[in-house]
């Protein structure tokens, strides 16, 4: 099988299928516990945050230098935060039409992800899954980049960022179906459309697929740009998500488990 193709299909199983997963548990069993979900993402943050320093960042400097690296990392990091700021005016502009009165809005859709009982008190769990899933949606789409430009350089670090996608999909697809079966659609309405949102996985796995395969240099330039984008979403909204939902030290410990397991895991590769 084409090595570029089987990339894209593992993106299919990563995206659609951890997002399905875990919305599947959330219609089965109801709604998630934060505590749970925090050490699930702990864990996935100390995964990525060692792929990216240890695999990702250091292939891109033998690549192309030093130079190519940083340029990647930080268009990583602004094209995340662009992501975060579209998705602040999408809020804010359904936030207007349902209520005229002053509201303060979260910063981003990480604070979603954590908030159940405050858009419960505002009766509108269906428009916040709405917005919870097209944010997630849009968040996939530089994790696929990820996994795209990984396989391309070796295929072996692609299926492992495509198993590290999957098991943070799982408690993504648990933060979309959880308001929108509160809000009354129907569980296998939702379970649908959360493995549609995981589908965006697919866009990013062939652009990194494809960029990756021009040179070496953009090659180079993609690994950074999907480290960058990953530590982002590691430092920015991970990492905070879990220490809020969790006043102990059990989301570092999470953490480091997932640093030693990718190291073992990299080192047996």
């Known amino acids: 099988m084409n090595l570029s193709l089987l990339i894209i299909i593992l993106s299919v199983l990563a995206g659609v299928v951890g997002m399905g997963?875990?919305?599947?548990?959330?219609?089965?069993?109801?709604?998630?516990?934060?505590?749970?979900?925090?050490?699930?993402?702990?864990?996935?943050?100390?995964?990525?945050?060692?792929?990216?320093?240890?695999?990702?960042?250091?292939?891109?400097?033998?690549?192309?230098?030093?130079?190519?690296?940083?340029?990647?990392?930080?268009?990583?990091?602004?094209?995340?935060m662009g992501l975060n700021k579209l998705i602040d005016k999408i809020t804010r502009a359904r936030q207007a039409k349902k209520q005229h009165k002053n509201n303060e809005l979260h910063d981003n859709y990480g604070e979603f992800f954590h908030a159940d009982e405050l858009l419960a008190k505002r009766g509108?769990?269906?428009?916040?899954?709405?917005?919870?899933?097209?944010?997630?949606?849009?968040?996939?789409?530089?994790?696929?980049?990820?996994?795209?430009a990984a396989g391309q350089y070796e295929i072996a670090l692609g299926v492992t960022i495509g198993l590290l996608i999957a098991l943070h999909n799982i408690p993504e697809g648990m933060a979309i179906s959880a308001p929108l079966i509160s809000g009354g659609l129907s569980k296998i309405k939702t379970i649908l459309l959360t493995m549609a949102a995981g589908a965006t996985t697919v866009i990013g796995t062939i652009l990194g697929v494809l960029i990756g395969g021009i040179s070496s240099f953009a090659l180079a330039l993609s690994l950074a740009i999907a480290g960058g984008a990953m530590l982002y979403v590691v430092f920015g909204e991970i990492f905070p998500q879990t220490i809020v939902t969790n006043k102990d030290r059990i989301p570092a410990i999470s953490a480091l488990v997932g640093i030693v397991v990718a190291i073992i895991f990299i080192a047996l590769i």
């Open 21 to 80: 997963l875990g919305s599947i548990i959330t219609a089965l069993f109801g709604t998630r516990t934060e505590r749970t979900i925090s050490i699930f993402l702990s864990f996935a943050g100390g995964v990525m945050l060692a792929i990216v320093l240890l695999e990702l960042i250091p292939e891109a400097i033998e690549y192309s230098g030093v130079v190519t690296a940083v340029v990647g990392l930080i268009i990583g990091v602004f094209v995340v």
């Open 124 to 148: 509108n769990m269906l428009r916040a899954g709405m917005v919870i899933l097209f944010a997630i949606a849009l968040h996939n789409i530089p994790e696929g980049l990820a996994m795209g």
